[in-house]
């Protein structure tokens, strides 16, 4: 992205990028078109995928100042968020989510890490703040709970 663009007019791209439109601030490749011989391109901070992830961390890399170029692999953005229309999950109880998400991977017989577990509900847990940034007067609705209801504590989860 060689041109500046505000927060609002960045979160509207991607928007129409996960509703399934083109997102016109993206620049892609064609399916199996050759690699560049030569890049030129420099940039601060590089995001590959431009879903809610990828949006998210070049949104917050270019409020706080860097040059930010971002890699999108599919003919428009969205990924995994645009799948799942946009909805993400937002755990409205830290140490009840946090014990939901063990006892998800002691379900599914995984391996789990307490440290990054935290780490994800502490920042997960912003994630309406910082929606609720970008556009004031969007609406956060909330339409159910973590995906395994019989799980206890799914309710510690918003969706």
Not at 37 to 50: P, S
Not at 65 to 81: L, R, S
Not at 100 to 107: C, G, Q, S, V
């Amino acid at each position: 992205m060689s041109k500046l663009i505000s927060k609002r007019s960045f979160l509207k791209g991607f928007a129409a990028a996960a509703a399934g439109a083109a997102a016109a601030p993206l620049v892609h490749a064609k399916p199996g078109a050759p690699l560049p011989q030569k890049w030129d391109r420099e940039a601060d901070v590089v995001i590959l995928g431009y879903g809610g992830a990828g949006a998210s961390a070049a949104i917050t890399a270019k409020d706080a100042g860097a040059d930010v170029v971002i890699f999108e692999k599919c003919p428009q953005g969205g990924g995994n968020t645009a799948v799942s229309s946009g909805g993400m999950m937002i755990p409205n109880n830290r140490e009840r989510a946090i014990e939901y998400l063990r006892k998800t991977y002691d379900f599914a017989n995984s391996e789990k890490y307490d440290e990054l577990l935290t780490a994800f509900v502490d920042e997960a847990m912003k994630s309406k703040d910082f929606l609720l940034s970008l556009a004031p007067d969007q609406k956060v609705y909330i339409y159910g709970h973590a995906g395994f209801q019989s799980i206890p504590e799914s309710d510690a989860i918003d969706k």
